[in-house]
């Protein structure tokens, strides 16, 4: 499963629209649609970070292991 695919994921098990997890991230609806939209791998560190918070959940929740690697070592 991809970054945008577990982003929708996790927001639709929350209730939440992705102008909801956009705006409680502080990023631009058009970011966050565009990862989902696109079932994007490719998301900037610092924007998967305030959209994992939004969503309340760890970043690992929302990327894959080898992104945490990546992002992180």
């Not at 990023?27 to 959209?51: C, F, P």
């Amino acid at each position: 499963m991809t970054t945008g695919e577990r982003i929708e994921q996790l927001a639709k098990e929350r209730g939440m629209s992705l102008h909801k997890v956009a705006t409680l991230a502080g990023v631009s609806y058009n970011t966050v649609y565009s990862a989902v939209k696109r079932k994007s791998d490719r998301v900037d560190r610092k924007i998967v970070e305030k959209i994992a918070k939004a969503l309340d959940v760890d970043i690992k929740t929302v990327i894959s292991e080898d992104q945490f690697l990546s992002y992180y070592t």
